[in-house]
Each structure stands twice: as C-alpha cells, then as structure tokens.
C-alpha cells in the first residue's frame, strides 16, 4: 500500500514530505501514460492473425484404423474393415470414411502416436487435454 502521508520531522506545511509529494507525482505520471500502453498494445495484437482449432477427441468413438490411419500395409487382422483413401499430402490415407477430410489434410494436424506412462484412458484422456496428470494418477 502506498502511504501519502508520512510521520517524519521534515514536512512541508500541509504535512506532505517531499518523498511522498513525489511518489504521488510519479503515480499520477504513470496513469496518464497508462491508457496509451493500453491502447498500443490492444492495436499491436489486433493486426496479428486469427487461428480456429477444432480439437476431436473420440472417446469412445471409432478406431484409428478406421479413421485417420488405417494401415493399408498392414497385416489384415491389423487394419480396419475399410478401405483407404489418398488425401493431397503425398504417402498419407484415410479411411474410405474420411473422404471430404482427405481432400483438406495438408490444413490438419494430426496426431497419430501418443505415448505416456498410463494405462488408464480417464487419465490419459486428462493427460492429452490438459498436459499434466491428475493429482495422485500417475500411470495407472
């Protein structure tokens, strides 16, 4: 808290010393300077670029395999019941059932490998949304 008032010998008549007389001056500097740091700043981040993430998490939903990395190289007790489609990157498919999303895949970013030390998928799901474990479940 800044005191405007002291209790020192050397005071001015109205019983302001000359630290505190300065204080005040400085405060009330830094308030009309202020708005105009806070105008700049809110006009420097207003010119950056505006980014949309859609963020899935399928929890429950349907396999990797019969989404977003379907295997087709794989053995076939390893991929899923359906086929693949190319998308515009080049050596990347989907599943037959991604068709639309195939066409846009070079503007996606898609995690196919995770790994942490859970074997749990209510920690792991908390561990992928937020960065960290929940107190007390650490792998498992």
Do not use: W
């Not at 405007?4 to 300065?22: E, H, I, M, P, V």
């Not at 006009?43 to 949309?52: D, L, N």
């Not at 942490?116 to 474990?133: I, K």
Request: positive net charge.
């Amino acid at each position: 808290m800044i005191k405007l008032a002291d209790n020192k010998q050397t005071t001015f008549c109205d019983g302001q010393t000359r630290r505190s007389f300065l204080r005040a001056g400085f405060l009330g500097l830094g308030g009309l300077t202020l708005p105009q740091l806070l105008h700049a700043r809110a006009e420097a981040g207003a010119s950056a670029k505006k980014t949309s993430v859609i963020y899935i998490e399928l929890t429950g939903g349907p396999t990797q395999f019969e989404t977003y990395d379907p295997k087709p190289e794989a053995p076939s007790e390893y991929r899923g019941p359906f086929g693949t489609v190319k998308t515009n990157l080049p050596g990347v498919h989907f599943s037959e059932l991604m068709k639309e999303q195939a066409k846009v895949a070079d503007k996606l970013a898609i995690i196919r490998s995770i790994h942490h030390s859970s074997s749990s998928h209510d920690t792991s799901s908390h561990l992928t949304q937020t960065g960290y474990y929940k107190i007390g479940r650490k792998g498992g």
